[in-house]
């Protein structure tokens, strides 16, 4: 009898297919409305995230040690209180924003939350199915550590723990300790945690820093393990996550993105700007604006040797006044900000060069005053999009608008991306500049013709590498395997985003099929590495970037800035 040979699965072809297990299984689970993390449907979830075993989340897998730096990523993007909620909705914009109800952010997501009482909390969702994604991840290796701490907490015959019955004590009091009780505290609180004395307290004073967002480590600990414990002793009080029909049946309609677009049009049309050359770049909200204004505005309060030092300067919490100065001069010379109310969330900044003084521009910026004054170039900030929220931005950004007997197509002359990636081939602080995108999971494939080369950015102490890009459908779905294979095989990519794909899906199908814009218009991609996933201790869970970011952040603008005005 003949039997064919079938080699065993490597690890990178593992984590694939726990990756599409795992979106084939939340997108079930949305389109039915609700589950239970731990009935079947959530169960199923939770083993393909053990066997990808993803970076980001570290000892997810250790049955007794709760992951700290993990939990410290995960709580920075969810909303303040959760851990104690067993019911967690996810609504659109639904008129939540009109309640009594107080508005929760979370420190690195741009999401409204809200705590509606004692058990629930509502999310609301309008970055489409990328965010959707990226919650359910978080609050899947939420729940998986609050058993962990519901585990460690019972021994036999199930007795609390005594470091359990102290723990509640300090809930009951405040939840503070003074600060010479605090080392016994987190000795109680590591051995909840399975984690030595040392990690415990690292861990509580990560979560001190952004002690407005969140609740400090010894109510999120209690908050997660009481939850749990809940479930297991008392019926009828399971965790759930439900999804609103206004949320299905809204994903995916650009309903949002429509009227963060038709506004910003409407605003340009307004403002008899319609056939100025325009540029779009998609970038933070402070680097364009510092790098064109900030010279000029503080040249009388205060000296920096050179962009990179005044941008530093400004970043620091005590430098207030003197950003609100940069924004007073910037307003008054050709800068007009668009909030958002409709959505999305990003923040629009539009620049009228015709207003800006050329004379006065840092020469750091090589540009030709004379080109700034015959052309008038109008620059289109917009801020971070997420996931798959930069296709529905960008591609209602670049239709035509259509407004009554109002007729135009943008002169949208070039498009500019920079972005924070992980790099695979260098280290925090590093330069990506992509050759093409790839889209992680599909066989869409995206080369391009960057406008930006490792040339443009020598010499100026920043290590640059060129290559395919990765657009990965989450950063929390990724392990060394997956990225070493695209890395190390004829892939050759040098980093992961998670917009690249999407923005060029959308700039490609303008250009070259709906003709919205010109075939040849100018293209810049440029990212830096916020994280390297490759290496133990530099993934994002392990802390932010801080003041690494500055230069990279600055030379892409400046480079971008001078593509356009020189």
Request: net charge negative.
């Amino acid at each position: 009898m003949n039997t064919e040979y079938s080699p065993p699965l490597t690890r990178a072809q593992e984590s694939r297919l726990a990756i599409e297990k795992l979106y084939i299984t939340m997108r079930h689970l949305f389109n039915r409305g609700f589950y239970k993390p731990s009935g079947v449907s959530g169960e199923e979830i939770r083993q393909a995230l053990l066997t990808l075993r993803p970076e980001i989340y570290g000892s997810v897998n250790d049955p007794q040690r709760v992951e700290l730096d993990g939990l410290v990523y995960v709580m920075d993007r969810l909303p303040k209180g959760i851990e104690a909620c067993r019911v967690i909705t996810l609504v659109s914009r639904e008129g939540f924003e009109h309640s009594r109800f107080p508005v929760l952010v979370p420190a690195k997501r741009r999401r409204n939350c809200y705590r509606v009482d004692n058990e629930q909390m509502v999310i609301e969702v309008t970055n489409g199915r990328s965010e959707i994604y990226d919650i359910l991840t978080h609050l899947t290796f939420l729940f998986m550590e609050a058993d962990k701490i519901r585990r460690n907490v019972f021994i036999e015959r199930g007795n609390k723990l005594r470091e359990w019955e102290k723990l509640e004590a300090i809930i009951q009091s405040g939840g503070t300790v003074k600060e010479d009780e605090q080392e016994l505290a987190l000795m109680y609180l590591s051995s909840i945690l399975g984690r030595t004395f040392e990690e415990t307290q690292q861990a509580y004073h990560r979560f001190a820093e952004n002690a407005g967002t969140n609740n400090g480590l010894f109510q999120i600990v209690y908050g997660l393990g009481c939850v749990s414990v809940r479930e297991i002793q008392e019926k009828k009080v399971d965790r759930e996550i439900n999804f609103t029909p206004m949320l299905r049946e809204r994903v995916g309609q650009h309903l949002y993105g429509e009227r963060w677009a038709t506004r910003i049009k409407h605003y340009i049309q307004t403002n008899g700007w319609q056939n100025r050359p325009i540029h779009i770049i998609s970038a933070n909200p402070h680097s364009v604006v510092n790098c064109l204004y900030a010279p000029a505005a503080l040249a009388e309060v205060t000296s920096w040797d050179n962009l990179y030092d005044l941008a530093y300067k400004l970043s620091q919490p005590a430098q207030q006044e003197l950003r609100q100065q940069v924004t007073e001069f910037a307003e008054a010379h050709g800068l007009h900000e668009l909030e958002d109310l409709g959505g999305t969330n990003l923040l629009v900044q539009v620049i009228d060069t015709a207003q800006l003084d050329a004379t006065k521009l840092s020469p750091e910026i090589a540009h030709d005053p004379v080109l700034i004054q015959e052309t008038q170039p109008l620059l289109l900030v917009m801020d971070y999009a997420f996931g798959e929220q930069a296709f529905e931005t960008m591609d209602e950004l670049l239709k035509p608008y259509d407004h009554g007997d109002e007729s135009f197509a943008l002169n949208v002359a070039s498009i500019s991306i920079m972005g924070k990636a992980g790099i695979l081939t260098g280290d925090k602080g590093d330069l990506m500049i992509p050759t093409s995108h790839i889209f992680e999971g599909t066989a869409d494939n995206y080369p391009l013709e960057n406008d930006f080369s490792i040339a443009d950015f020598a010499g100026f102490g920043v290590d640059a590498y060129e290559g395919a890009m990765i657009t990965v459908l989450g950063t929390s779905l990724q392990n060394k395997d997956i990225l070493s294979y695209f890395k190390n095989s004829s892939w050759k990519a040098v980093g992961l985003e998670m917009e690249g794909a999407h923005y060029q899906k959308a700039i490609q199908s303008h250009a070259k099929i709906r003709g919205s814009v010109q075939p040849g218009i100018k293209v810049r991609y440029a990212y830096y590495a916020s994280d390297n996933p490759l290496l133990t201790g530099a993934t994002l869970a392990s802390g932010s970037l801080g003041t690494l970011g500055v230069k990279p952040t600055y030379l892409i603008t400046m480079k971008c800035l001078e593509k356009i005005l020189g």
